[in-house]
């Protein structure tokens, strides 16, 4: 199975390859790639992110985690995009911990970001949705399918 990167990857794959390449000396070049995807799409209605309180009810695109890992033979670096609204800084340092203890990637080693979607659950600790949306935002936060990450 082929995956097409949309165009804002490529552009960053084609700058990362462009200057990992030309960063080391010519006999030390080696640059491998490879991508995945892992579906994140929760089996039960869930809480969404932002506009006012709502739940969904059924699916209409599946939700992912797409990582790219480049290896110039001496580093690896994986970029992670996931199709969430927004991770808060604690919620990206609780997944960098994970990381670095269940797969010993250093923190400086992979980047994680979102596709900012408001059809997808909330991930992150209670307390950011509330500074942005106020009184829109009165739910209890559920934790469960953050854990399942």
């Known amino acids: 199975m082929r995956y097409e990167f949309p165009f804002p990857m490529r552009c960053f794959l084609l700058v990362a390859f462009s200057q990992f390449t030309y960063a080391t000396p010519l006999a030390a070049q080696s640059l491998r790639a490879g991508v995945v995807k892992k579906n994140i799409t929760p089996s039960i209605s869930q809480q969404l992110l932002g506009y006012g309180a709502r739940k969904s ?20 670096f994986y970029l992670i995009s996931s199709d969430i609204c927004l991770i808060s800084p604690s919620e990206y340092d609780r997944v960098k911990d994970k990381v670095i203890e269940n ?4 923190a400086d080693q992979f980047w994680w970001t979102v596709t900012h979607t408001h059809s997808a659950p909330e991930v992150g600790p209670p ?18 399918y953050r854990d399942l990450w």
């Open 57 to 76: 009810n059924g699916v209409n695109d599946s939700i992912y985690h797409r990582i790219a890992i480049l290896d110039d033979g001496v580093t690896s």
């Open 103 to 106: 797969h010993g990637i250093k």
């Open 127 to 144: 307390g950011l949705p509330e500074i942005f949306l106020g009184d829109r935002y009165e739910h209890n936060f559920d934790t469960a």
